[in-house]
């Protein structure tokens, strides 16, 4: 890659991530390109967010008009991409009110917010917000007060009190865990940072139960499995239940920074004037960008093609000399690699080898491949895992 980039990036830019060594210039549909001109089959998708593939035309073409016409004016004034926006996500999920930011942290804040003055208004005076240990919300003091992995860095603290957690899909923990103090149990109906674990009915009818017994709300993050990825427009969906508040970003603005948390007719009347705001959100930009990303995602021979291509490439990578489990839903996938198997020393030698994705966890790897995917492609990629897998041979120690 570029020396000049490597260089000023180790110099200029504060280091919190250790990024891989590509540098990438372009992208198309579910191809990237580096800036030596090499070509990547792209499973990870910005991490979910280029759900609809690479300068998806459609998406260009939206922000290209909206650009040329308004940027922005704050939300101290009408702008319709925005109302009619919340009016899409509104009718295609709980029916509430909406509350627009600029990424799903904020959209949790949003969330926890509305959490914690339903609370206050039904009398309680100290309100807890359930997760689980292993549970990703975002990185601001609230929603990483709601992740427990990272809350645990003694660095930042002190953290917000009001947090509390159990094991990840342990029914009987979270029905304990719930009662008349606590104001929101707040899970992802799928972990994605985790590494891809689907939680159990059996958990979720729990939770559910447990937040209607106690008058708590039930806040499902759907920032990574929502739009499409796990072939319904809401992972919920293929759930037995409805949660109360549903917060997404990621993926809704196709790559332009847009987040969202959305209520139902009773938890979207909780924040009045005043209560929460944001200068930049759902500018009409970002909410242009999100109506065409929409348009192309909430339309059901789009979401067919997700599962299909889910199955077959569930099917695919279960067949792979390597892979000891396959785990997910729709195209959010994790592969559990074989016993000794580094998924961050396989994860690297994909890249090398054309495919993009990432290793959440030491034993998995995580593919979020667009949803434009071609049959084609996903056979390629196939055949890129198990010639990379193929030189891993975790049975004889080398
Ligand atoms: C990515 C993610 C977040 C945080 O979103 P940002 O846009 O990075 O702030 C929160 N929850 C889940 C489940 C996520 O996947």
Redesign the pocket.
Known sequence: MNEQVRADEAKYVMQTYKRAEVSFVRGEGALLFDDQGREYIDFLSG?SVASVGHCHPEVVHAIHVQAGELLHVSNLFYTAPMVELAKRLSQGSLGGKVFFCN????A?ECAIKIARKAARARGVEKPEIVSFESD????SYG?LSATPGLAANPDFAPMLPGFRSVPFDDAEALRAAVDENTAAVLI?PIQ??AGVFPLSDETLLAARQACDESGALLIF?E??TGIGRTGSLWAYEQGPVRPDVMTT??ALGGGAAI?ACIGNPETGEVLSAGDHGSTFAAGPVAASAALAVLDLVDDAAMLRRIRALGASLMEGLAGVDGVAEVRGRGLMLGVRLEEGVDSAEVNAALLEAGLVANAPRPDTLRFLPPFVLSDDQAERALELIAEVLAGYHPSEPN
């Open positions: 991490i990424s799903g942290t904020e949790n990703f919300h975002g990185r929603a992802e994605g940072e993050d920032i990574q970003a990621k987040g």
